[in-house]
């Protein structure tokens, strides 16, 4: 990742190749390697891995899959540093593919081994290039360094006109040696990197990656994901385009909300959010300071604000008066700052109005500044505004940034002069507002996460279970919860004909279901009836359940009936689930429960294990939420008996780490002062 000496495998087509790397400043030996010529296009040949001058730091190998798998062995024999696997036809194409893949890794031993399947790595630190055709970008002092999944698409990041600071740019392709964990990892070691990019369609190695993860967000360098492949057509795609697995969605923000990893949805957020993370300071806080020159602006600024919980503070008297002193009477004086175009190209009275703006008690300071053609002859004087922006900024240590309301009124001077100076040169006020926000809460969360989440890092993957597993009743099921400490009804499993001794004993009202480890759903079979009022009732209630579902389902056991005690109003219903997800371990999806749970689909994941304070939070996120707090006056959920609840049955899932395949607590109602488990299921691995 810093060579001194490069080599490039390969015929004609690695003669580009040679000479970019070395047009692109590199300084060290570049060499060819091909044993059926001298040379090519006047560039000297070299015939094998022996004949080289000297030891080989990287190489590029642009062969065939097969051929590929023999030089990968001279080169890792002869203690070169590390290779470059162009090929296609490993691992992505099949059975036959991921036997030559199975060769290629045995055949690099201790090497190191990018790809294959992959364009390779762009190092713009070092002015290295090992990669197969043209490339943009040009030497940076520091950067993001991007890793993707997608040849294709590095080759569109290396060549988009954004300015953004790339110090690395890196194709891992199968990622059959060296995967993005590896990648972080070394990146991590290298202090110019300023922020780490991820295009990513699936993880190999879940619990690798989090390390790495972590270990970034304790030297506080953010990381941006933009995770593909999350529609079913494109997570079929995944597997044959890099043979990674894409596992569900839900479960990527699960890991990336636990690691603090800032999650983009496209290209263009992917590209702003980078730049508002790697060109200057984190802002840490979401108190925002903003300027334009125009009505319609301001507007747009406030629009994009309030959409993205960024906090615009009310301006202060004291403000108010300087900005009357520079500004003319049909001025809006406010937050955000609309400075009229009558004051445009007055140093003074523009330096006035930033410093007054900026000189607050908030986090950030944005501006709105679009560029006219450079025909109009108006440049100048938005170079002024942009520089009285700049140099404010940096008297106050304030961070900030400037975006254009269209992308293509930032040209490129302005976007590299104001990158220069630690200032992110956004492309659209849209995208860049929405950036902004997500690097302010990634430093929110950080902080959240490194002082409440010790071991976030720790994820329980246990092992597959190759089975379809058995089922256990909801009365067994529900005892096997409460040693874990879940509280459920009190209740008693009886035969029809002690029904009404049961419901005698437990006092009514009761309610009645049929136990069965064959029954899931209870409601749509007739298999369970509440709110009985009298031991008689219950009896003629029982006969009437088991004669309806045996006649319905005459294989059906429905000799066992549990009887239990009903519990009393809730404030609120909830949902606690349990999935397995292979590669992933244990998923706790929390949401609102009861019958109408699909239809609700207000839910949230968190990877286990987990504490008390994640489970809180993913409360806070539900749009119950409002209910437990209160709603409109009515009684509070009690959320610390939640939160109990919730960490029993996650306390149940990791002691049954080997065995659990499948869990649902539906409803756990939420009392005023408590939290019960009325009904339960749970599938494990047989014995067998």
Request: glycine share 10%.
């Amino acid at each position: 990742m810093a060579p001194s000496s490069v080599a490039f495998f390969g015929g004609k087509s690695m003669i580009g190749a040679v000479q970019r790397c070395r047009q692109g400043g590199f300084q060290g030996d570049v060499w060819l390697v091909n044993p059926k010529h001298s040379e090519i296009d006047g560039e000297p040949c070299f015939n094998s891995v022996a004949g080289l001058p000297g030891i080989v730091d990287a190489a590029f190998v642009g062969t065939n899959n097969e051929t590929t798998v023999s030089i990968v062995e001279q080169l890792n024999n002869a203690g070169a540093g590390g290779v470059v696997c162009y090929a296609s036809g490993f691992a992505e194409a099949g059975e036959t593919g991921k036997k030559m893949q199975n060769e290629l890794i045995k055949a690099s031993g201790d090497m190191a081994l990018l790809g294959p399947n992959c364009y390779g790595l762009l190092d713009y630190l070092h002015n290295s290039a090992l990669w197969p055709v043209a490339h943009g970008g040009k030497q940076v002092e520091k950067g993001v360094a991007i890793l993707t999944q997608s040849g294709n698409f590095a080759y569109n990041l290396s060549m988009i006109d954004r300015s953004l600071p790339t110090a690395y740019l890196i194709s891992v392709g199968n990622e059959a040696s060296l995967d993005m964990a590896d990648l972080i990892e070394a990146l991590l070691d290298e202090p110019r990197v300023t922020a780490i990019g991820l295009h990513m369609e699936g993880l190999n190695n879940v619990n690798s990656f989090a390390k790495a993860a972590m270990k970034a967000l304790k030297k506080g360098v953010p990381i941006i994901a933009m995770k593909t492949c999350t529609s079913s057509i494109g997570a079929e795609l995944a597997i044959g385009h890099t043979s990674s697995l894409a596992g569900t969605d839900e479960l990527y923000n699960a890991l990336f909300d636990r690691l603090g990893i800032i999650r983009v949805s496209g290209p263009v957020s992917f590209m702003e959010t980078m730049k508002v993370a790697t060109c200057g300071q984190l802002p840490k806080g979401s108190k925002v300071a903003a300027l334009a020159c125009s009505g319609g602006d301001a507007a747009l600024i406030a629009d994009y604000s309030e959409i993205n919980n960024l906090q615009l503070p009310q301006l202060n008297q004291k403000q108010k008066e300087k900005f009357q002193t520079v500004l003319p009477e049909f001025a809006n004086i406010a937050n955000p700052l609309d400075f009229t175009t009558v004051i445009w190209g007055n140093e003074s009275a523009l330096r006035t109005c930033t410093e007054t703006m900026l000189d607050s008690d908030v986090d950030f300071g944005f501006l709105i500044l679009d560029y006219p053609t450079e025909e109009s002859g108006e440049r100048e004087q938005c170079d002024l505004m942009a520089d009285v922006f700049q140099q404010t900024l940096m008297k106050l240590g304030l961070p900030g940034a400037v975006a254009s309301s269209f992308p293509e009124l930032m040209p490129k001077a302005t976007r590299d002069r104001l990158h220069s100076h630690g200032i992110p040169a956004l492309q659209g006020v849209e995208d860049g507002l929405a950036a902004i926000a997500r690097v302010m809460q990634y430093n929110i969360c950080r902080e959240q996460i490194l002082t409440q989440s010790d071991g976030a890092d720790q994820i329980l993957i246990p092992g597959p279970i190759n089975t379809d597993g058995i089922s256990i009743d909801e009365w067994e099921s529900k005892k096997q919860l409460s040693e874990y400490g879940l509280k459920i009804p009190d209740g008693r499993l009886v035969n029809k004909d002690q029904v009404k001794e049961a419901a005698e004993e437990l006092g009514c009202p009761v309610a009645i279901k049929i136990a069965s480890h064959e029954i899931q759903h209870k409601t749509e079979m007739g298999a369970v009836s509440i709110n009985i009022n009298s031991p008689e009732e219950a009896v003629k209630v029982a006969e009437e359940m088991v004669e309806k579902v045996s006649g319905s389902h005459p294989n059906l056991d429905t000799k066992n009936l549990l009887v239990e005690k009903m519990s009393k109003k809730p404030v609120a219903e909830l949902l606690i689930g349990i999935k397995r997800e292979q590669g992933f371990g244990f998923a706790l999806v929390i949401g609102s429960g009861g019958t109408m749970v699909e239809l609700s689909q207000d839910t949230t994941t968190l990877l286990l294990p987990t504490n008390k304070e994640a489970v809180e939070q993913a409360l806070k996120k539900l749009k119950i939420a409002k209910v437990l707090e209160g709603f409109r006056g009515q009684a509070l959920g009690d959320i610390e008996s939640t939160v109990k609840a919730i960490m029993a049955v996650a306390k149940y899932a990791n002691a049954k780490a080997d065995s659990l395949l499948e869990l649902d607590v539906n409803p756990l109602m939420v009392m005023n002062d408590g939290a019960i488990a009325v009904d339960a299921y749970i599938r494990l691995a047989s014995k067998n």
